[in-house]
């Protein structure tokens, strides 16, 4: 059953991530349904621990229905990652101008996960701007 995961197997080029996904996603044979908290309960939940509530990746959080991002918004983030290892230059621009434009954070991310996500690389996130930009924002909040 491991066989394909190993060096050398037809599923070795993300062996973790691949298993996951074949046996633990939605419709597969060990998946459990999770209840997750919506999104109101969520940042409150965020809040009342003195955290900031920000919204990760959202050029493949939305999958391109970027016209909710202003229904997100209202529930009270406190940012936006703008600048992501999944975005290019015209999805971050969009996202950090949104940003800027709303009084949000930006943020940065590669979503770096070691071994788990081998074709990501630590701190490679495409940031196109100054990061003392982004930090004078991230200290406004």
């Known amino acids: 059953m491991l066989f394909p995961y190993r060096k050398g197997g037809s599923r070795d ?6 298993f996951y996904w074949d046996f633990y996603a939605q419709g597969k044979p060990c998946y459990a349904k999770i209840k997750y908290p919506d999104l109101e309960e969520t940042v409150s939940l965020i809040h009342r621990n003195g955290g900031k509530a920000v919204l990760a990746h ?29 975005h290019d230059e015209s999805v971050s621009r969009y996202f950090y101008d949104t940003a800027r434009k709303k009084d949000l954070m930006v943020t940065c991310g590669s979503d770096y996960h070691g071994k788990t996500k081998p074709s990501v690389g630590l701190g490679r996130m495409n940031c196109s701007v100054d990061e003392n930009d982004i930090s004078l924002i991230v200290n406004q909040k």
């Open 13 to 18: 080029d993300n062996p973790f991530v691949n």
């Open 58 to 86: 959202p050029g493949l959080s939305l999958k391109e229905n970027f016209s909710i991002l202003d229904e997100i918004i209202a529930y009270g983030i406190d940012g936006i990652e703008a600048f992501s290892s999944y």
